[in-house]
């Protein structure tokens, strides 16, 4: 830094001033060419608030749960769809100058897709925003395109959320339709399984075993019954036979009618009250069981008053046999009639007695072998009922989710769900993004000023001739006496004096008419004269 002459390099600039002035003026009106040519881009924003669904989530739960960075893309890429787009650029008549007009349409969807910007952002409280930008050269059509799009943004949002509300309300539907129909079929088999095996269901099993022992009671007593009939039966049969052996042997006698008659009474007496006491015997066993009005105490009563009112006549055809001793052959005969009809009755109650076993029998079975399969309709009954219940169980979770989705759809209509809403609308943008003023003259100077710089550095290092005496002495190593400056007169400076201005003032002049030449050829005569005219208006 001390060997730095300064001096040298002022000496320098001025020798070579005008190397470094015309490629300054040059590389300045090179600079405001291009900023004059560069079409200007200007920029359209708007700011679209995310707003939360505006009821609670505890009262209606939000079927649309996806983040809004998804539903962004999604909407994003329906909105620059290529028919969205084709429709907006014919709407607004964009790229439609001569420089682009034979620009095919794909070619305007793409440079569109490009201009058009989308930010997502997060506000302090976690609340979320998001910023649509749009770039062009007309400001006014770059607003309302902004808010175009903006619009279509809002209005994609509500049709997606409404489609999604409408898709799950008619999913939910089918769903709950189908498990409707599973779950009737279901009831339709339960009923049926429980008519089929009617009473034998595990509810039943308690009644059932009352039933049952009901039943073998009644057969018990049935039997028994039957027993005495039999017994009954077997003691006709003996009397009939010996009435038959008595009459036989009477047949042979002569003279024996006293003795016949005798026997005769005594015997149909005795046959007579024995019925009657097997049958009192009986009645009493049937009351001890049955009420008074049970058929067979009944028919048992009738029976005994038939054999009393019996005897009774007996008793009174027997005095009166006293009178009439000759008549004794026909005793016999009346003891059989009387006992045979006895046994055919008794041959009938058998019968029906055996009847009715039967049928008590086979109830008494039907019944047991529900009582046996008791614990296999117990388990078919509970893999039924399981499958019932957890269809009803799916039927009522998916006919809750329906309601919800139902009032999720009012919801969405009445646009009380989450929504985007426009803060900041997009306004005409006043200075354009691009070109960058300030950065093309920055730009221009600093480089206006070293293309100069380093051309009279070159200019100054190529040139041999000496400059100072120094330069001689070093170069010939030749000691200098003495150095005189070089005297003009008064004449000769004013020459110069005349020569450098005439020279500043052409440089001068020529810079001004060029770049008032470049305006003019850049924006034209008449929009030059009304932007000086509204220079000069506002001074």
Known sequence: MENLDITKYLDMVLRRKWWIIIPFLLTVLAGLSYALITPRIYEAQTLILVQPQKVPGEFVRAIVSSDVEDRLRTITQQVTSRTNLERIIEEYQLYSKPTKNNL????????????????????ARGGKAFTISFRGRNPEKVMQVTNNLASSFISENLKIRESHVLGTSA????????????????????????????????????????????L???????????????????????????????????????????????????????????ELRALKKKLILLESRYTANHPDVRRTKNMIAKLESKETEQETESDESEVESAEVAPVFPMGENFLKPQLQQIDLEIRNLKNEIRKVQAKGASYQKKV????????????????????????????????????????????????????????IPIRPIEPDVRKIILITLVLGLGLGGGLAYLVETMDTSYKTPDDIEKELDIPILISMPIRYTDRELRRMKRKQIMAYASVGVGFVLSAIGIVLAVKGVDTTINYVKSIFDKM
Not at 104 to 123: D, P, Q, T, W, Y
Not at 171 to 184: G, I
Not at 221 to 227: A, F, R, S
């Open 104 to 123: 095919l349409l794909e070619a305007k969807v793409g440079l569109f897709r490009k201009s058009v910007e989308i930010v997502v952002s997060k506000g």
């Open 171 to 214: 999913f939910l539907a089918d769903e709950l339709e189908s498990v409707r129909k599973r779950l009737a079929e279901k009831e339709a088999r339960l009923k049926e399984y429980r008519q089929k095996y009617m009473g034998g269901m595990p509810e039943h099993i308690q009644t059932n075993l009352r039933i049952l022992d009901r």
């Open 216 to 274: 073998q009671d009644e057969l018990a007593q049935l039997n028994n019954t039957m027993q005495d009939v039999q017994n009954r039966k077997l003691i006709l049969q003996n009397q009939i036979a010996e009435a038959e052996i008595m009459q036989k042997q009477m047949s042979g006698l002569e003279g024996g009618n006293s003795l016949i008659e005798f026997d005769s009474s005594s015997g149909t007496g005795d046959v007579g009250s024995e």
């Open 372 to 427: 046996e399969d008791t614990p296999k309709r117990e388990q078919e009954l509970i893999s039924l009922n399981r499958d019932y219940d957890n269809l009803k169980k799916l039927y009522d979770s998916l006919l809750n989710r329906k309601l919800e989705a139902e009032i999720a759809v009012s919801m969405e209509k009445k646009q009380k769900g989450e929504q985007f809403r426009v803060i900041d609308p997009a306004k």
